[in-house]
């Protein structure tokens, strides 16, 4: 696991969810159990509630977010995640909506 990894070089800690590595570095692991295709644009996704997203970007310090999934871990910044990202905004997944991250904006980590 990711934060296994992170604590034997790092000591980090934990507020709200995101695991604050050092003053400059923070992440936010989520895991899930697989990716799902969105048909209408034919790629691959990992969503996320649309509450939790508008509290990453509120982040003081650069954010990273993790999913580790079907035994792989996939990393990217929220940055460019936010560029990509694609936003649904009704209740048919998440209360009061989710934002879906397209996999391909993942650099899939070597672990």
Same mark, same amino acid.
């Given at each position: 696991? +990711?934060?296994?990894?992170?604590?034997?070089? %790092?000591?980090?800690?934990?507020? &709200?969810?995101?695991?604050?590595?050092?003053?400059?570095?923070?992440?936010?692991?989520?895991?899930?159990?697989?990716?799902?295709? %969105?048909?209408?644009?034919?790629? $691959?996704?990992?969503?996320?509630? +649309?509450?939790?997203? &508008?509290?990453?970007?509120?982040?003081? $310090?650069? !954010?990273?977010? @993790?999913?580790?999934?079907?035994?792989?871990?996939?990393? @990217?910044?929220?940055?460019? +995640?936010?560029?990509?990202?694609?936003?649904?905004?009704?209740? &048919?997944?998440?209360?009061?909506?989710?934002?879906?991250?397209? !996999?391909?904006?993942?650099?899939? +980590?070597?672990?």
């Amino acid at each position: 696991m +990711l934060i296994d990894y992170l604590s034997k070089s %790092h000591k980090v800690r934990e507020h &709200n969810g995101v695991h604050v590595i050092d003053e400059k570095r923070a992440v936010v692991i989520r895991k899930k159990t697989k990716p799902t295709l %969105h048909r209408q644009t034919g790629r $691959m996704e990992f969503g996320i509630p +649309l509450r939790d997203w &508008n509290r990453f970007s509120r982040w003081q $310090m650069p !954010l990273y977010i @993790a999913v580790e999934c079907e035994g792989k871990t996939y990393f @990217a910044p929220l940055t460019t +995640l936010d560029a990509a990202k694609r936003t649904w905004v009704g209740d &048919n997944v998440d209360r009061g909506g989710t934002v879906f991250l397209p !996999l391909e904006a993942f650099t899939r +980590l070597k672990t």
